[in-house]
């Protein structure tokens, strides 16, 4: 193996390592979730709600409760008013509204949130109180905006996956010379590229992921037609 040969290698490892090191650093940015505390009552009202996903950014979203008197367990359906208080990342209240009847022919309370209040992502909470003329009751819960509705460290995970091994595929054909292997991984690299401009890297969507996707589509295509002009000149 020549001195020439040796420095390519060295080189092409160089910038693998470098390109790893900059994927996995987009996973170390963590945002802090506003501080909630639930308070809990003896007597009162209690309020249930069905456990939900992350949500989407910028897109509405229905929350349902039901009211439950505490002392006996009968559902209620009328005679109480609800307050639903929103809070972004940053534990700012973005959003106040008020709910007196329950939803035609249902038994659950509901609030309309605006997907405008979700243009922040991070984590998230929301407070519900109602009061009758004589109880009440308060529950506190905290939920996630992700730019795609997805979260979860599995998600992250497979997503950085896909990322390694497209790359991967198009740089071992680039380098080692294989147009056919490096066609293809162009063509994935492009399709990844699109899909993180739309839905950011699972929990994060900003300026940065949007400049790694715009390089991951540039590169692609690039290289694929690189490779395409490779293999027609073999015809």
């Known amino acids: ?51 939900f996903s ?36 940053s534990g700012v209240q973005v959003l106040m509204l008020t709910n007196s009847t329950t939803e035609e022919g249902n038994v659950d ?5 605006g997907g405008g209040n979700f243009s922040k992502l991070g984590n998230y909470g929301y ?20 730019p795609s509705g997805q979260g979860g460290t599995e998600n992250m995970v497979f997503i950085i996956f896909i990322i390694l091994m497209f790359y991967g595929i ?3 054909g680039f380098f080692g010379r294989n147009e056919t292997m490096t066609l293809l991984g162009g063509m994935a690299l492009m399709f990844l590229g699109v899909y993180l401009v739309n839905n950011g890297i699972i929990i994060y ?7 790694f996707a715009y ?12 490779a395409s002009i490779a293999l027609s000149e073999d015809l």
């Open 54 to 89: 992350p949500l989407a950014q910028n897109q509405d979203h229905r929350f349902h409760f039901h009211i439950i008197n505490t002392s006996n367990g009968v559902p209620i359906h009328s005679g109480i008013s609800c307050d639903f208080h929103l809070q972004d990342d």
């Open 1 to 51: 193996m020549n001195k020439n040969t040796r420095e390519k290698r060295k080189s092409q490892v160089a910038f693998l390592f470098l390109f790893t090191f900059l994927i996995f650093s987009v996973g170390t940015i963590s945002a802090q979730p506003p501080f909630i505390e639930d308070p809990v009552f003896l007597d009162g009202f209690e309020i249930t709600f069905d456990p």
């Open 215 to 226: 390089v991951t589509i540039a590169w692609g295509f690039v290289s694929t037609i690189m």
């Open 205 to 211: 969507r900003d300026n940065l992921t949007n400049y």
């Open 127 to 146: 407070t519900i109180q109602c009061n009758s003329s004589t109880q009440g009751g308060i529950e506190v819960v905290e939920f996630q905006i992700t």
């Open 109 to 113: 309370y509901e609030f309309v949130v």
């Open 170 to 172: 198009n740089l071992f």
